[in-house]
C-alpha cells in the first residue's frame, strides 16, 4: 500500500478518500436526498477541495506533465486507488446513482473540467465502467495495466527481421475528423474540442479554414491531404491504424461514429482505387470511446453495431 500511495499527488489521495467517506455518508440516515450530496457531505467536499492545489490534479501541470514517467505512475497509482475503492462500495450495495452523482460533483467542484463536461463524461462511461470493473475477474493491477499500458504493467513487441522484404507503406492514423468543424467558431472555448457549434463565432480571430491545432481536423484539409498523397507519394499498399471520429467524447452516439467512418472509408475509395488497404480500429471508434466488449457479451451492450458496420464499410478490402 505505500508503495502505491507514493505513486500518487497528496491530492489524489485526499479525493480518493473523500469519495468513499461522502458515499458512506449518502447511505446514512442523515441523507436527505438520495443521488445528491447531501447538505453535510457538500459541505466536507467543498472544504476539502478548496484547499487543494486544483491544479496538480490536471496532467497539464507543469511539475508533472513536463515528466511523462512521473504522470504514467500518477495515473497508474490513481486507477489502483480508484478501482479497489468503487469495488468495495458496490460491495457495501451502494446504489450506483449515488456513486455517479458524487464523482460528477467531484470532477466538477475539483474544477477537472467545466460542469458540462463532467456530466456528460461521466453519464457516457458509467455504463461500460461499472460493467468492466465490477464483473471482470482481473484484478485491480491488472486492469490498471490493460488500461494504461507499459506504466502500469511490461509491454514487450516483435521487430520484423533486418532481411525482410522492403515496401512502401502509407500510414494513416488518428486523423480524428470532425464533420463539424467550422471556420471562424472559437478556438479556445474551454471544453475539450472546439471549432465547432455551439462555439461562439469569432469572424477572423476563430478557427481558420484549413483547421487550429487546438481542434481537430476539417473534412477540406482531410480532401486535401489525400490529393497531395495520390500525386505525389508512391506506395505499394496502405496501413489506416483507426481514430478517426473526433474528441467530442462526451458528446457522441453511434450514430455519429458509423457517419464518420462512412465518410472517410469513401474518400479513401475514390483517391486510392485499386489499392489494398488494411484497416484497423482505434480506440475513438466505438461509443463510448474506448468500448469494445468482448464477444461473450450479448444484446444491446453488444459490438455487433460497429462490427457489422465496418464488415460492410471494409468489404472491398477484406
Not at 486544483?54 to 511539475?63: G, N, Q, R
Request: aromatic share 8%.
Amino acid at each position: 500500500e505505500s508503495d502505491r500511495s507514493t505513486m500518487l499527488p497528496a491530492s489524489f489521495r485526499i479525493l480518493c478518500s473523500l469519495l468513499l467517506l461522502i458515499c458512506i455518508l449518502e447511505r446514512s440516515e442523515m441523507s436527505t436526498s438520495r443521488g445528491r450530496l447531501n447538505n453535510i457531505s457538500r459541505h466536507l467536499l467543498e472544504r476539502v477541495v478548496s484547499s487543494i492545489d486544483t491544479d496538480s490534479l490536471s496532467v497539464k501541470s507543469e511539475s508533472i506533465y513536463g515528466d511523462t514517467n512521473a504522470n504514467n505512475k500518477a495515473k497508474c497509482g490513481a486507477c489502483k486507488v480508484a478501482v479497489p475503492t468503487i469495488r468495495f462500495l458496490a460491495d457495501l450495495h451502494v446504489p450506483e446513482v449515488d456513486i455517479v452523482g458524487v464523482i460528477q460533483d467531484i470532477c466538477i467542484l475539483a474544477k477537472i473540467e467545466d460542469e458540462l463536461v463532467c456530466r456528460a463524461i461521466v453519464k457516457e462511461f458509467k455504463t461500460e465502467f461499472f460493467s468492466v470493473v465490477l464483473n471482470t475477474e482481473l484484478t485491480s493491477e491488472e486492469l490498471c495495466g490493460r488500461a494504461l499500458g507499459s506504466s502500469c504493467a511490461n509491454v514487450s513487441g516483435i521487430l520484423p527481421s533486418p532481411t525482410a522484404p522492403r515496401l512502401r507503406i502509407l500510414q494513416l492514423t488518428d486523423i480524428h475528423v470532425d464533420l463539424n468543424y467550422t471556420e471562424g467558431l472559437s478556438a479556445d472555448c474551454g471544453e475539450p474540442l472546439c471549432c465547432r457549434p455551439p462555439n461562439k463565432f469569432l469572424g477572423n480571430g476563430g478557427a481558420g479554414k484549413w483547421g487550429d491545432y487546438r481542434c481537430d481536423l476539417p473534412l477540406a484539409t482531410m480532401k486535401s491531404l489525400l490529393d497531395y498523397v495520390k500525386e505525389n507519394i508512391d506506395f505499394d499498399f496502405v496501413y489506416w491504424t483507426g481514430d478517426v471520429p473526433p474528441h467530442n467524447v462526451w458528446n457522441q452516439t453511434r450514430y455519429d461514429q458509423l457517419h464518420v467512418m462512412s465518410v472517410v472509408v469513401d474518400l479513401l475509395q475514390k483517391y486510392f482505387p485499386g489499392k489494398l488497404i488494411y484497416p484497423a480500429m482505434g480506440n475513438h471508434e466505438s461509443a463510448p470511446v474506448n468500448s469494445f466488449p468482448p464477444p461473450f457479451i450479448k444484446g444491446e451492450n453488444s459490438e455487433s453495431w460497429l462490427y457489422d458496420s465496418l464488415v460492410r464499410d471494409w468489404s472491398s478490402w477484406l
